[in-house]
């Protein structure tokens, strides 16, 4: 089985920066892209950034400059590195990951839960 595990959520003031950091395990052959995606209450879940394992990077307008997304390949690992948060960036961030193993597909993690105060 294939897990996704993330951390680093939490409260912080507008401003402020935060780390996620998403661990892929289980039976792993490979892993494409990886990516985080985030959902406010009452919304649809939007991209944030992608990222392939050549290390090319996609992002939404809504964060460009503000977050970089990057990737351990030796540690199956996804991280976000959050900057300048906004009161909007509040929401239940996930991450995602194409995994290469018996059933190859998309996976997620469970979520986890990044809230700024204004």
């Known amino acids: 089985q294939v897990q996704l595990v993330e951390s680093g959520g939490g409260l912080v003031q507008a401003g402020g920066s935060l780390r996620l950091s998403c661990a892929v395990s289980?039976?792993?052959?490979?892993?494409?892209?990886m990516g985080w995606y985030r959902q406010a209450p009452g919304k649809q879940r939007e991209l944030v950034a992608t990222i392939t394992n050549g290390g090319a990077t996609n992002y939404a307008d809504s964060v460009k400059v503000r977050f970089t997304i990057s990737r351990d390949n030796a540690k199956n690992t996804v991280y976000l590195q959050m900057n300048s948060l906004k009161p909007e960036d509040t929401a239940v961030y996930y991450c995602?990951?194409?995994?290469?193993?018996?059933?190859?597909?998309?996976?997620w993690g469970q979520g986890t839960q990044v809230t700024v105060s204004s």
């Open positions: 289980g039976i792993i052959f490979s892993i494409n892209d």
């Open positions: 995602t990951a194409y995994v290469r193993t018996w059933r190859a597909g998309d996976y």
